[in-house]
């Protein structure tokens, strides 16, 4: 597998496990979080109320839709830390589930990419021009497991 790329989206695909949606919990400083997608979006709220209502939100579609409000303050320096947050989250989450590093592990030297029109921040933004920083973060930690 040399260079292929893998892209990865929905859940239900190959590769699901990889996106922020897949139902794998994390503890993170001393409070259990449903889904990376829980954790990275009650991070914009660290220390409020707002973060913890995340943390209880029903689904990772929900934990986004409460992370997205306009209506409560966010913490300053959100778009400055957003990525060491999502690392965070990420590196939890192949850290803490034996299956998931050994999947990362076995996709090699592949280019993982998050093909979605809906994100061409954390994806590609589905024609290949987005930033695809969570692909980058997968293949960063999966760098430092080879290590």
């Not at 409560?72 to 803490?96: G, S």
């Not at 589930?97 to 999947?103: R, T």
């Not at 021009?129 to 293949?139: A, E, P, Q, R, S």
Request: no cysteine.
């Amino acid at each position: 597998m040399e260079n292929d790329s893998i892209f990865f989206y929905s859940v239900s695909n190959a590769y699901g496990q990889f996106s922020n949606f897949a139902l794998y919990p994390i503890k993170i400083k001393g409070k259990i979080w449903q889904t990376s997608e829980h954790y990275f979006h009650a991070q914009k709220f660290s220390g409020t109320e707002y973060e913890n209502n995340i943390r209880k939100a029903s689904s990772p579609m929900k934990a986004a839709e409460m992370g997205r409000t306009r209506k409560v303050k966010m913490r300053k320096n959100w778009d400055n830390m957003k990525d060491n947050i999502m690392y965070e989250a990420v590196k939890a989450k192949f850290t803490q589930h034996e299956d998931l590093k050994e999947l990362l592990l076995s996709t090699q030297d592949a280019i993982l990419v998050e093909h979605t029109e809906n994100d061409d921040y954390w994806g590609d933004g589905l024609d290949g021009k987005g930033k695809n920083k969570l692909g980058k973060i997968l293949m960063k930690i999966r760098e430092e497991f080879q290590e």
